[in-house]
């Protein structure tokens, strides 16, 4: 069964809430399609102890605002797929799951989407599909080799499930600081990061970040100096676990081993440390395989854009992969300034 609509939104998550927001706003006829049984996206799946960067009322998605949460300065994960789900049915959108979108294909003046349950003809394509569902490990020399458990971000949930254990934890990010903070006093933790870890002023979060990320956007569009963005400033909000674990000197790095054996990490001077589990916090890749049928990726596997529209096809825009998307697209607060112009440039196409 093929069915029609003028938008197919790919992605129920905060960019696709966000999408649908604007697209009724401009009374466009539209269907969102979600893999996921539930609302709430990648925060559903979230390790227990997770918790924004930044307040609630800096959190929040367009028309909106996120309420606080009661005795908590920086919304919980659970908090957010709460206000997700209450943001979903407060504009009534129309969210089709669980729907795996499998291809996106041209099909003369449409594009075609395929799913696990039929398929769409739309004028217009948003993939706002994010980053979670594909998560990166690096190519460690060994890594096949060690018999302890191995896991990524992703897999994280409670240190509860390594109380006791020798844990090392790889990645100088803020998944990898905030992990090593949950791990940091149930486990004999080995914390190891690329290079030294760089925290952010402890006044510093998730506000500080989208404007420095908006900032550069905008220098770089004005042709003047780049001002280097969120990267100048460091790598690792400084959310409280993380400070409390950093100030009790349980947050310290060592440099990254160079392979694995049976039973551990190896370091270049032979160093090893034994491990019982290893967890990568590695990051992710775009999810971006449903739009393999257009061919559009590039040599380095990102698709062109100008803005959120894919420069060799402007029936599609992708929406919340990152900077490369619009200025710190991927948070909750940062997808609100591109997707309205996705929105009125998906409607001038129609028009």
Not at 53 to 62: E, N, T
Not at 142 to 169: I, K
Not at 176 to 194: C, P, R, S
């Amino acid at each position: 069964m093929t069915r029609t609509s003028q938008v197919v939104v790919i992605g129920g998550g905060q960019s696709g809430l966000a999408a649908g927001y604007h697209l009724r706003r401009l009374g466009l006829d539209f269907v969102t399609l979600d893999a996921q049984a539930t609302p709430g996206g990648a925060w559903q799946h979230a390790w227990d102890s997770l918790h924004l960067f930044s307040p609630a009322a800096y959190s929040s998605l367009p028309g909106r605002p996120m309420p606080l949460q009661v005795g908590e300065t920086y919304p919980d994960a659970a908090h957010v797929v709460g206000y997700l789900t209450e943001y979903e049915r407060r504009y009534d959108l129309p969210v089709h799951r669980p729907v795996r979108v499998t291809g996106v294909h041209r099909d003369g003046r449409l594009l075609r989407v395929e799913t696990d349950s039929g398929s769409w003809h739309a004028q217009a394509v948003i993939s706002a599909t994010g980053t979670w569902w594909r998560p990166f490990l690096p190519a460690v020399p060994g890594r096949s080799d060690f018999r302890g458990r191995q896991l990524h971000t992703v897999e994280y949930r409670s240190p509860h499930d390594f109380a006791g254990q020798r844990v090392v934890v790889v990645g100088g990010g803020n998944s990898g600081a905030q992990i090593a903070a949950d791990l940091a006093y149930d486990t004999e933790l080995t914390w190891v990061t690329q290079r030294p870890p760089r925290f952010l002023a402890d006044d510093i979060d998730g506000r500080a970040l989208f404007d420095a990320a908006t900032a550069r956007r905008r220098a770089l569009d004005g042709g003047r100096t780049d001002t280097g963005g969120v990267a100048s400033l460091g790598d690792i909000v400084a959310v409280p676990p993380v400070r409390e674990a950093r100030d009790a000197g349980r947050l310290k790095a060592s440099p990254m081993f160079v392979r694995l054996d049976r039973d551990g990490v190896v370091w270049a001077d032979g160093t090893r440390t034994e491990a019982d589990a290893i967890v990568w916090c590695t990051g992710f890749r775009p999810a971006l395989s449903h739009l393999a049928p257009l061919q559009l990726r590039g040599r380095r596997g990102r698709i062109a854009t100008v803005g959120t529209r894919a420069l060799e096809e402007p029936r599609l825009h992708l929406l919340g992969y990152g900077d490369w998307t619009g200025p710190a697209s991927a948070t909750l607060i940062g997808v609100g300034r591109p997707v309205r112009g996705t929105a009125r440039g998906i409607a001038e196409l129609l028009t």
